[in-house]
Every structure is written in structure tokens, then in C-alpha cells.
T-cell receptor, first 113, second 113 residues
Framework: NAGVTQTPKFQVLKTGQSMTLQCAQDMNHEYMSWYRQDPGMGLRLIHYSVGAGITDQGEVPNGYNVSRSTTEDFPLRLLSAAPSQTSVYFC????????????FGQGTRLTVV | GENVEQHPSTLSVQEGDSAVIKCTYSDSASNYFPWYKQELGKRPQLIIDIRSNVGEKKDQRIAVTLNKTAKHFSLHITETQPEDSAVYFCAACTQGGSEKLVFGKGTKLTVNP
């Protein structure tokens, strides 16, 4: 199993551009989440999904959209990139049953200039 | 919503000493408390977790304690080694599961040889 795979690993965007960060998992996990990590801020939840067709907002959802058309994929879309969205983005997945470990992808380092 | 405070933000110890990192949470409904280790440039990885029906859990040199009444939990690392140097994050989970983790801001642990 590859686990949780994120692409790209690095990206530079200009202010106002849009892009999609990809996340895929092959563990048949129902739950998936997106976090952003900024220096001194820990990880903050952007959006999450408890199954295909179901998404919800986390702590910092503004400027981001998500969709969940399949169990495996959970892309994160930046609608109009801003310098404040410069961050490291992590996707995570977890089993449905009870409360269990969240597995993280390797991260995407995004710089908005 | 849930708020997790983590202390200290940096911790430096000599090899072989013990290290303790403390976290407090605000939501008494939280029922799952994982600890993640993140090495520089890598993804967060679970090192130990505890559920609200347990007061203490050990795994070799690592232990976690939970005080539900005081709403705090701690990570204890004994016989520290240089490879323990990393950033450690505590997290809490309220309703639902690990798709909605709330993280502390992290502790940078340095183990000096």
C-alpha cells in the first residue's frame, strides 16, 4: 500500500492563480482531511470528509474548496491564491470505525508570490 | 470549539535525560488524544495515543498520561536519544473521529549528545 499520496510536493503560484492539490489514499479509509501547517501554529483543519459526497468545513476554510467524488480521492482547490495561503498542506485519512490513527501524506509546500 | 494548549514550545535535554511535554484541552467531550512526531521536512507520524477511558499508556520509552478532571495530558520520553530530536504535537478529538483533530502548536525537542 502507498498510504496517503499528495501531489505536487512543491508549488509556486502567483497571486490570483488557482490550483488543485491532489490527495489519494489506498487504505479504503472513509474519513479524509486537509490541514495547513504554518510556523508556530501547529496544524489547522481546513476541510474534511466522512465519505464520498460528504464534506464539511474545518477551522480555516476560507479560500479553499473540496469535493469527494470517490472514497480514494480528496482534492483541495485554491480558488484565487493569496500570499496568506503560503503554507505546507497535509492531507490525512483515517478509518471509519471508532477513533483511530490519522495517516498523513508527505505534504505539499505552497508558496504564493 | 476545542482548544489545545501545548507547553513548552521548545525543550532541550541531555541525552539520557527524560523529557515531558504537557497539553491542556478545553472540551470535556474530547475522547481521543494522539501524539505526533514530525521530523524536519517530513510528515507527522503517530507515536502514541490514549483514549478517555484510560489514564496511562506506555510503549517502550514513551508514555502518555491523561487527567480528565483537569483536562490535561502529557507525553513522557525516558532515556532520550539524539534521534528523538523533532517537533512533537499533541492533539484532541471531540465528536466524530480523527478526521477533526485539533492540534497544539508543537514542541521542538532537542536532545544534545
Amino acid at each position: 500500500n502507498a498510504g496517503v499520496t499528495q501531489t505536487p510536493k512543491f508549488q509556486v503560484l502567483k497571486t490570483g492563480q488557482s490550483m488543485t492539490l491532489q490527495c489519494a489514499q489506498d487504505m479504503n479509509h472513509e474519513y479524509m482531511s486537509w490541514y495547513r501547517q504554518d510556523p508556530g501554529m501547529g496544524l489547522r483543519l481546513i476541510h474534511y470528509s466522512v465519505g464520498a459526497g460528504i464534506t464539511d468545513q474545518g477551522e480555516v476554510p476560507n479560500g479553499y474548496n473540496v469535493s469527494r467524488s470517490t472514497t480514494e480521492d480528496f482534492p483541495l482547490r485554491l480558488l484565487s491564491a493569496a500570499p496568506s495561503q503560503t503554507s505546507v498542506y497535509f492531507c490525512a485519512s483515517t478509518l471509519t470505525e471508532g477513533v483511530s490513527e490519522a495517516f498523513f501524506g508527505q505534504g505539499t509546500r505552497l508558496t504564493v508570490v | 470549539g476545542e482548544n489545545v494548549e501545548q507547553h513548552p514550545s521548545t525543550l532541550s535535554v541531555q541525552e539520557g535525560d527524560s523529557a515531558v511535554i504537557k497539553c491542556t484541552y478545553s472540551d470535556s467531550a474530547s475522547n481521543y488524544f494522539p501524539w505526533y512526531k514530525q521530523e524536519l521536512g517530513k510528515r507527522p507520524q503517530l507515536i502514541i495515543d490514549i483514549r478517555s477511558n484510560v489514564g496511562e499508556k506506555k510503549d517502550q520509552r514513551i508514555a502518555v498520561t491523561l487527567n480528565k478532571t483537569a483536562k490535561h495530558f502529557s507525553l513522557h520520553i525516558t532515556e532520550t536519544q539524539p534521534e528523538d530530536s523533532a517537533v512533537y504535537f499533541c492533539a484532541a478529538c471531540t465528536q466524530g473521529g480523527s478526521e477533526k483533530l485539533v492540534f497544539g502548536k508543537g514542541t521542538k525537542l532537542t536532545v544534545n549528545p
